[in-house]
């Protein structure tokens, strides 16, 4: 079963908007959730990750996540996008019911962030 | 250098050949996966190992083979490889975090193309 959904393709955003990408999880127990960044041609690199504690994560490049567990998600943000944030960005979350912890990731959302 | 390496970083074959892509990391991590990307499938695990002496399978291991060398090389096979096994593969590490797997490090990536 699906663990993690991402349930936009593709986000536009103009450059110095604030963006949101979205992400909810359906796992049992506590989630263990993260955020990666895959630019053209380029390995995941990870920008953030929620393991405990407060809901809302900072990360790398500016990003933020909030944790809302009512809600079972785990929205990627940031106060004012980039051009060079353009890129695909994968919501993962760490599943003790399957593959020893492994990571399962979501089919990914383009960001594309115009000038 | 990279902290981790996969070999070759393109590939063309034939069907029913085989192909070994190989990956080595100098992060030190017990940890290591390999991950398949398609477009609009996200990443897909293949197989993980957690130690030299630990194989398992991941959601999509028909038609794959791996083998740990040793701490840092883990290497994937396709014994008689098919058009559908073109995608992008990566290879990726962990270490602990609080006693479960932390956050992913990934390889550039090997395409793979299958005629």
């Known amino acids: 079963a699906q663990s993690v959904a991402q349930p936009e393709d593709q986000v536009n955003v103009a450059e110095g908007n604030p963006l949101t990408v979205k992400c909810t999880y359906s796992?049992?127990?506590?989630?263990?959730l993260f955020w990666y960044v895959q630019y053209p041609n380029r390995g995941l690199q990870f920008l953030l990750k929620?393991?405990?504690?407060?809901?809302l994560v900072k990360g790398s490049y500016g990003f933020e996540a909030e944790f809302n567990k009512s809600q079972t998600s785990f929205h990627l943000k940031k106060p004012s996008a980039l051009v060079s944030d353009s890129a695909l960005y994968f919501c993962?979350?760490?599943?003790?019911?399957?593959?020893?912890?492994?990571?399962?990731f979501g089919k990914g959302t383009s960001l594309l962030v115009t000038p | 250098d990279a902290d981790v390496t996969q070999t070759p970083r393109n590939r063309i074959t034939k069907t029913g050949k085989r192909i070994m892509l190989e990956c080595s990391q100098t992060?030190?991590?017990?940890?290591m996966y390999w991950y398949r990307q398609d477009p609009g499938l996200g990443l897909r695990l293949i197989y993980y190992s957690f130690d030299v002496k630990d194989i398992n399978k991941g959601e999509i291991s028909d038609g794959y083979s791996v083998s740990r060398q040793a701490q840092a090389k883990f290497s994937l096979s396709l014994e008689s490889a098919i058009p559908n096994q073109t995608a992008l593969y990566f290879c990726a590490t962990s270490d602990w975090d609080r006693g479960l797997p932390g956050e992913l490090f990934f390889g550039e990536g090997s395409r793979l193309t299958v005629l």
């Open positions: 929620y393991i405990t504690g407060d809901n």
């Open positions: 993962a979350v760490r599943d003790r019911a399957n593959s020893g912890y492994a990571l399962n």
């Open positions: 992060k030190g991590h017990d940890r």
């Open positions: 796992v049992s127990g506590n989630p263990y």
